[in-house]
């Protein structure tokens, strides 16, 4: 118990630095307590921050403090001495395989509490005393214990390096100015690491207002989010019960024609069946005169027939047959047509409503557009299923592979009758409109083929530029030849440089306003780069030469 008791009272009166009995003690603000001269080379490290603080607590000061000795701790402290009680090393006072040990202990090596940057040597704090007793050692620079001591030695001339070269922005010592840093700006180590240190404190400042910046721009941007995401929800109830109420219409529709069909139906067929049971009613009537004739037929007594006769010879009126019109299969069935013919309208206001209602959807974009792709692979992130439209095809042109590829061919196409559909030019539209960020690829093989890309309200009857690509202000077109190209926009050319290639590449970012056409083979090569500002859904268009087969490329 007694060793436990004095093991305390070692600890309580020991400098948590030299872990040593206290030398003239001091206690500083936050209450700790350390050696003079320990805390005085502490805190002389902090000198050019200006700011101090404590090695235990880390409660830092600003001034410095004043460091006055404390009589009483002195007194106990010499006390202790007298009782014969000193600090002892304890287990953890030793080095270990990760420490730095004291250069000068020998046998079991205690843990350096400072390296000297003049003498590159390791202190423990026994051996350290006389760097604070002796006015010799005054001037030596004492850091944290470090193993990379010779790193501070110049290799040419073996003599510590305290300057720095601002030429070659390295340390050297104090010959290599004389020699191999000759004529250049030359300052202390001392002097860089004070205008480095202001540097690092204006980088500090510049990355705690940055860090402060960004930490507004997150809680925006969550802001955002939220805002984005209340509006969202609240898109999707009122879609939903719109839609819900377009449903429950169609359904009350299909109620009534269904209710209108049945009444119909019951209707005629009543008619019908009156007129059958007045048919059936004359029938039977007229079989019994006919068994009355026959029986009278055959009546021996000429006086009973002559008398019978003007009786039974009299006939009811017979059913008028003309009223009788048979429609020969042809009953409800022009109701399915006319059902067919509100379905097909009904399509068509769906899909091209559908469109300005995805187009609203995609020019919600919180953030700026993403930058444009550099390269095929980040393209393809962005491409997207296209198909061309039959409706629109020019009728010499045939479409095969799923409605992805289009060929003239040496006779007109028998397609039914489209408003859609181009009358003068061999072009098609694709089935899909464009919007957001879209890429895809056309190859063609023969003479040459145009792609394109135009609004849907482009023209598609007559010989004027109001619906050939490129010659109006409602698209966009790239000539593509065997050895050139041409970029067409309302009638005017414009020559375009670039490698020849089979296959065309095609990015567009509607919101942004960029359309932008590739050469595509082993690498992409820009071609031609609009920057405008599209106004409705865009549709890509194939204009084909003869003799040419042009293909929208699958990408997925």
Not at 281 to 302: G, P, V, W
Request: with cysteine.
């Amino acid at each position: 118990m007694e060793q436990k008791g004095d093991q305390l009272d070692r600890e309580t009166f020991s400098c948590s630095i030299c872990l040593d009995l206290l030398k003239d003690p001091v206690t500083i603000p936050c209450g700790h307590s350390y050696c003079m001269s320990c805390i005085k080379g502490f805190w002389d490290e902090e000198d050019q921050t200006k700011i101090y603080s404590c090695p235990q607590c880390r409660q830092t000061f600003t001034p410095r403090p004043v460091l006055v000795k404390s009589t009483m701790l002195a007194a106990l402290v010499e006390q202790l001495k007298k009782t014969g009680l000193q600090a002892v090393p304890a287990d953890h006072c030793y080095a270990g395989p990760e420490d730095v040990a004291c250069d000068v202990c020998t046998g079991r090596k205690l843990k350096a509490i400072k390296s000297c940057l003049q003498c590159l040597v390791s202190y423990c704090e026994k051996h350290l005393q006389p760097h604070f007793e002796s006015t010799k050692f005054k001037k030596h620079k004492l850091v944290d214990p470090s193993e990379n001591l010779q790193e501070s030695i110049c290799s040419l001339h073996d003599e510590v390096m305290k300057m720095f070269c601002r030429t070659d922005q390295q340390i050297i010592c104090y010959i290599c100015p004389v020699e191999e840093h000759k004529g250049h700006d030359t300052v202390s180590a001392a002097a860089e690491r004070t205008e480095r240190q202001r540097e690092l404190e204006v980088s500090r400042q510049n990355i705690q207002q940055r860090i402060q910046d960004r930490e507004k721009d997150v809680k925006l941007l969550q802001q955002e989010v939220e805002a984005v995401s209340r509006s969202a929800d609240k898109a999707v109830e009122d879609s939903e019960k719109i839609f819900t109420e377009v449903i429950r219409r169609l359904q009350k529709r299909s109620s009534d024609v269904k209710q209108q069909i049945r009444s119909q139906q019951e209707t005629e067929v009543s008619r019908v069946k009156e007129l059958q049971e007045k048919l059936e009613q004359e029938i039977t009537e007229l079989k019994r005169k006919d068994t009355e004739l026959k029986q009278l037929s055959h009546t021996e007594d000429h006086n009973q027939f002559l008398h019978n006769y003007p009786s039974l010879s009299q006939l009811s009126v017979s059913t008028d047959s003309s009223s009788i019109n048979i429609h020969h299969l042809r009953y409800f069935e022009d109701v399915t047509a006319a059902v067919s013919e509100f379905r097909d309208k009904l399509q068509d206001i769906l899909r091209e409503n559908w469109t300005n209602i995805s187009l609203t959807v995609t020019e919600v974009d919180i953030l700026m557009s993403a930058a444009e792709p550099k390269t095929r692979a980040e393209f393809l992130k962005y491409s997207c299923e296209i198909t061309l439209d039959p409706n629109t095809t020019h009728s010499i042109l045939l479409l095969s592979e799923g409605n992805r590829k289009a060929k003239v061919m040496s006779k007109h196409q028998s397609y039914v009758s489209h408003p859609d559909r181009f009358i003068c030019s061999r072009q098609v539209l694709s089935r899909e409109s464009l919007t957001g960020r879209c890429y895809w690829e056309v190859e063609w093989r023969g003479r040459g083929v145009h792609v394109a890309v135009a609004y849907k309200n482009i023209s598609r009857r007559g010989l004027s530029n109001d619906c050939i690509f490129g010659h109006n202000e409602k698209s966009w077109m790239l000539d593509c030849d065997t050895d050139s190209y041409t970029f067409w926009f309302n009638n005017i050319s414009t020559p375009v440089s670039g490698p020849g290639s089979s296959r065309v590449g095609v990015y567009l970012d509607h919101r942004a306003g960029i359309l932008s056409f590739y050469s595509v083979s082993e690498t992409m090569t820009l071609l031609h780069r609009v920057q405008t500002t599209f106004t409705q859904p865009l549709y890509t268009g194939l204009y084909v030469h003869n003799g040419t087969t042009a293909e929208l490329c699958k990408l997925k």
